[in-house]
């Protein structure tokens, strides 16, 4: 395959040893997500063996987890679909959860399987994606799967900047601490786990600001890239491999040619009308690669600092190399650095080939 997607373990292995050194001087321990790098089982278990509880979305990618044995916990970060209930309790030890009727069934599941299972509830805090609304009702939740034989409840959790972009902070951590505190109460006793967010809670672990009790953090991002931590959130922490993931994709055009499309616009191959600046005539190169592998072109960076990406369509990449020093030729191989878009979906393209190069 011409396309290539680089992965270099051990620069991800050193991303999970800096923040779970961190983590561990604040009490904190990691879900390791693998999730924005499906297809490649030998990250899912880098990430797994080094933090302990491996966590996906998917639950496809954790049946082949559990199915190959491997000896590190496996968690559930979707909430359940309710027609695979037997399965999560299955293949994930752990799950997040916030709807009752559904907790109800996977009791029965962990009980008809003779399977226990550990869940989490999950606690809306203002992102409006999945989590137990007004907080304070999951008291009662949780009152009754206290009961329950199939289900232990673990913890409580929150999860932020998914939907709604909106960003954890102190206040916001401790109202969902004072809801699982009153939820111990209930209980009358301690909840193992309060699971704070994911890579944009790590301002406020940087910050000192994490409330004490929060104890866990579910981490993708920052594991595999750790990129938007200094990129998005202005941190320096050149301890992080930004590049332990690269594409690599080959140059099947060179030509000088107008930089501003010419003869009547109307609209591009997906829909939008485009507009250029007039920059002259301009070196460009073209690379067999597009959007279908990696949809977003301007979430590539280029290791070569002086090329430019001028856009895609669904198989091409668009380039232009007028200021190149070095020169570009056919059958040349470009890379990339990525964000977590193009690496979530360049690492499911079937025409892209993964390699493991460390
Ligand atoms: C994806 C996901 C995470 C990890 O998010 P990152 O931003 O990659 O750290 C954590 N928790 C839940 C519930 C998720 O869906």
Redesign the pocket.
């Given at each position: 395959m011409s396309a290539k997607l680089l992965i270099n373990l051990n620069k991800i292995k050193n991303n999970i040893s800096f923040w779970q050194n961190l983590c561990q001087q604040h009490n904190i321990k990691l879900i390791g997500?693998g999730?924005?790098c499906p297809a490649s089982p030998k990250v899912a278990r880098l990430i797994g063996n080094t933090t302990s509880i491996y966590?996906d979305?998917r639950l496809n990618r954790l049946r082949e987890l559990k199915k190959a044995g491997v000896d590190f916990e496996l968690s559930l970060?979707?909430i359940p679909s309710p027609s695979e209930l037997e399965a999560v309790v299955k293949y994930s030890d752990i799950s997040?959860n916030s709807q009752l009727r559904v907790i109800r069934k996977l009791n029965q599941a962990a009980i008809n399987l003779n399977q226990p299972h550990q869940i989490i509830l999950m606690l809306e805090s203002g992102d409006l994606r999945e989590g137990i609304y007004p907080p304070e009702n999951s008291i009662k939740i949780a009152a009754e799967v206290e009961n329950m034989e199939g289900l232990k409840l673990i913890g409580v959790a929150a999860?932020f900047s998914?939907y709604g972009g909106i960003k954890p902070d102190t206040n916001k951590l401790n109202s969902l601490i004072q809801t699982a505190e009153k939820i111990e109460s209930r209980l009358a006793r301690k909840l193992e786990i309060i699971s704070g967010g994911?890579?944009?809670s790590l301002p406020l672990l940087l910050e000192n600001k994490l409330p004490a009790r929060i104890n866990q953090l579910?981490?993708?991002?920052?594991l595999l890239l750790g990129r938007d931590i200094q990129d998005i959130w202005g941190y320096e922490l050149p301890e992080l491999n930004t590049d332990s993931f690269l594409l690599e994709a080959e140059v099947i055009e060179v030509a000088k040619k107008p930089s501003k499309p010419y003869g009547e616009i109307s609209v591009d191959a997906f829909g939008q009308r485009p507009s250029f600046e007039d920059r002259g005539m301009r070196k460009r190169a073209i690379l067999a690669i597009g959007r279908a592998d990696f949809v977003y072109p301007d979430q590539l960076i280029p290791c070569q600092q002086d090329i430019e990406v001028l856009g895609a369509s669904s198989d091409h990449l668009i380039l232009d190399i007028q200021e190149s020093k070095t020169p570009i030729e056919l059958g040349d191989r470009l890379r990339f650095q990525l964000y977590y878009g193009p690496l979530v979906h360049l690492s499911q393209s079937n025409d892209v080939e993964k390699v493991i190069i460390n």
């Open positions: 997500v999730k924005g966590g979305s970060l979707r997040f999860n998914c994911a890579t944009t579910r981490l993708g991002e920052a």
